[in-house]
Each structure stands twice: as C-alpha cells, then as structure tokens.
C-alpha cells in the first residue's frame, strides 16, 4: 500500500501554484541541480531552464495521474533533473558524460517514482509530438474541444453542427492515437 | 467501419452507453486484446490531451509563479550583492535548524523581542478596492491578534500571491505567534528582491531569531543591513546590546 510522504506537500503546492511552499522548494532543492549542472557542462540558465521543465512534468503528473509521492522530495527531483540532463546532452551530441552527484544512496521506492514520472514524461512528450503530424483541422478541432467548456461551444466556434464536431473529435484522436501506436516508441513505454 | 470505433470509444468514455450497448461494449474489452489494446491507447492519448490542453492557463500561470523565482536568483547572481546570496543561504539553513532543534529561550540580561517588535499598523484601506478579508486582516492585525491574521492573510495570499506587502505582514504575524521557521521562508525572498519591503523584511528576520533565541543568526542578519536602510540605526542598536 503506498503511503503519502510529508513532502507530498510539494505536489500540491506545484498543482495550488502556492508562491510560499514554491519559493521554498527552490531554496531547499534547486541549488543541488544548479552545482550538478554547473559541473556538468551547463550553464546558469541551462540548469532553470531543466529545472522549470521537471517541474511542469512533476505538475502535469500530479493533474493528470494524481501523482502520490511515496519518497522524500529531495532525491526524487534530483534524480529527474539529472535524467533530464543527461537526454539533454546526448542530443547535443556529447557523449562522453561526467557523473558528479551528490546523491549517495537510492532506494527503491525513490527509483520507481523517478522511472514512473520519466516515463510519464516520455508519453507526454510522444503524443505532443505525434500531434503535430496531424492535419490542421484535425489540431484545431482537438485544441478547441479541450479548451472550450462544451461541444457546443466548439461547433459554433468552427461554425460546423454538434453531431459533426463530436464525431470530428474522437476521429482525429483516433488518428492521433493510431500514429501514437505506430511508433517503434510507443511499445517500449509499458502502460500503467 | 474503423472509424466508428472511436466514437464508441468517446461515447462509452462520456458514459453516454446503456443497456445492451454497454454490456457488448465491456464485453468486447474483456475477450478482444486488439480491442482493449487500442481502447486503453486511444484513453491515454485523451487523458494527456485534456491535461496539456485543458490546464494551459493553469500551466502558464505556474511558470510564471516559478519564473519569478529564477529572476531574483539572476538578480543576486549577477549583481555585486553577494553577501545576499549567502544571506538567503543562512536563513535556510537557520529555518531547517529551526524546525529540528529544541528550543532553548535564554532569560538573561539579552535584550528582547518585545522591546524592538512595533509594528507599523496594517493600512490595507489605501489602496482604494477593500474585500472582507482585507478588512479582516487589518482589524485582526492592527489589534494584535496575530492568529486571525495569520488566517486572513494567507487568504488574501491565496488570492493574489505576488502582494509583498501581504507577504511582509504574514511573516510578522508568524513570528509573533511562534511560527518562525516558517515566517523566515516567507521574509528571505522579500529581502533579497527589489521591493520597498526589503530591509524590512531583513529587519524581522533578525528580530525573528531574536525571538526564537538564535543569537548569532541574529547578528548576522543585522550586520549585513546596509547604510541607507531605514533600519540600520535600530539594527546598529541591537547589535551593540548583544
């Protein structure tokens, strides 16, 4: 059974967008990043750029998989900072990476949620991608009916009929989902 | 033929399927794979959709919340000002040693929180639109009843976080009611940023160790008050009494 860590209060406080617990969350968290970064290659602005980026993940996440936090915070973000920095990297084409950490022990717990929320953010990033690979109208019909409140609103916005919008709507994210579907990417990410 | 399947699919996900239509729908997820494989695929692909899309104002607004963090670090960054930075460091480090150490109020001949804590009074009425909390925040405030104020302005946080005004006052009234680990969190961005705040916010800091018998924390704050601080007399004075 998991149990809710303490530090879960992060979570809420990215999901509340809560100043007070955020700002503290930089000054207890981020400088660790920072001195990796900065040792690895990065400049100032490349480590906030990985550290704003994991925490829309973290965020995104905890919305839309109601992400519970099982372990300390500390390691966690660490650990998905440094992943995301490293894929940073290999796409700049260095290859050859020093590993500086100042983490010294993981336990299992802390591996799992940092393979869970990295995964999660592989899928994220897939369909993001594979979005665009969609026709125009396909992406305007999908951002409409996501971002309006009703299918109404969304046919009268495109100027088409409701039965039209709807059936619309759930073809072109079929046609999404089958692209998805068809990447050699798609069957490594185990589903959940 | 195909396509109808995703509108099924939206159907059954929009709980719109009844009866017999439903019955062969759960039906056909349990025995068919291919089936269930392209429902749970096409359910993903939805879920993630909805979330990045449907929460862009939400997202927007958290990255500039996160943003505003990242400025003030350049600012220290770039800036001359390094005994802020170290300043930020120390508070942080004082606020964890806060929260894990006992505390141990010394009454010797050391001079006390009480002498130096008048507060400048609550005038939130300045500024024109007055709502209920605001109003309740400057009445519990103005009257010393830190706990309501507590209540009332992390409300009025809640509502618009960016005030450092309401941040100054909600740090005041957690020092006054013991909440000092936390109160120093809330007054370290304010003295390290550009507001008219600033050394104000410096200045609870220390009375904040002060109060919490962290003497050293304490000088080393007031220390680092500049001249042009209107507080630096008074800091000067506390500092010699230590």
Redesign the interface.
């Known amino acids: 059974m998991a149990v809710k860590h303490k530090d879960h209060r992060y979570i809420e406080a990215l999901v509340e967008n809560d100043a007070r617990v955020l700002s503290e969350l930089y000054q207890r968290f981020t400088p660790k990043v920072q001195r990796y970064i900065s040792k690895n290659n990065g400049s100032y602005d490349d480590a906030q750029d990985i550290i704003q980026e994991s925490l829309i993940t973290i965020y995104h996440q905890a919305v839309e998989k109601k992400l519970l936090l099982t372990c300390p915070f500390d390691a966690y973000f660490f650990l998905i900072c440094k992943r995301k920095w490293l894929n940073e990297l290999r796409k700049k084409g260095h290859k050859e990476v020093t590993f500086l950490d100042e983490i010294t022990s993981i336990s299992k717990l802390e591996m799992d949620q940092v393979e869970d929320t990295m995964l999660y953010e592989q899928k994220r990033a897939l369909i993001a991608t594979m979005f665009l690979q969609l026709g125009l109208k396909c992406q305007e019909i999908i951002k409409a009916a996501f971002t309006l409140k009703s299918m109404e609103k969304v046919a009268e916005k495109l100027g088409i009929t409701y039965g039209y919008a709807r059936k619309k709507k759930s073809q072109c994210i079929g046609q999404l989902t089958k692209l998805v579907r068809n990447t050699a990417e798609f069957d490594q990410l185990k589903n959940d | 033929m195909k ?1 109808e ?3 099924l ?2 159907a059954y996900l929009q709980g719109e399927l009844q009866g017999e239509e439903l019955e062969s729908f759960e039906k056909k997820l349990e025995k068919d794979t291919e089936f269930k ?2 429902f ?3 359910t ?13 104002s ?2 927007q ?3 500039a ?6 400025n003030k ?2 600012e220290t ?1 770039k800036g001359s000002v390094f005994k802020l930075k170290s300043y ?1 460091w120390m508070a ?1 480090a004082a606020s ?1 040693l806060l929260l894990f150490s006992v505390y141990i109020y010394k009454a010797t001949d050391t001079p006390s929180y009480t002498e130096y804590a008048l507060h400048q009074p609550l005038e939130t009425g300045t500024r024109g639109t007055l709502d209920s909390n605001a109003k309740a925040a400057e009445k519990a405030f103005n009257s010393k009843d830190y706990t309501t104020a507590v209540k009332e302005l992390s409300v009025l ?2 509502k618009d ?2 005030n450092v005004e309401w ?1 100054l006052y909600y740090g005041i009234s957690l020092i006054e009611i013991d909440k000092i680990a936390t109160a120093v ?2 007054l ?2 304010i003295s390290s940023g550009n507001s008219v705040y600033k050394y104000t916010a410096q200045w609870y800091t220390a009375l904040g160790y002060l109060k919490s018998g962290k003497l050293e924390w304490c000088k080393g704050v007031l220390e680092e008050m500049p001249l042009e601080a209107a507080e630096f007399e008074k800091a000067q004075e506390l500092l010699r009494k230590l």
Request: charged fraction near 25%; avoid cysteine; proline fraction near 2%.
């Open positions: 396509e399947i995703y509108s699919f939206e494989a392209n749970m695929a096409y993903e692909v939805e879920q993630s959709l909805k979330s990045s899309m449907g929460h862009a939400e997202e607004a958290l990255r919340t996160l943003n505003s963090f990242r670090e350049n960054e930020v942080v964890v946080l809640a976080r960016g941040q969190t809330i370290g961005p």
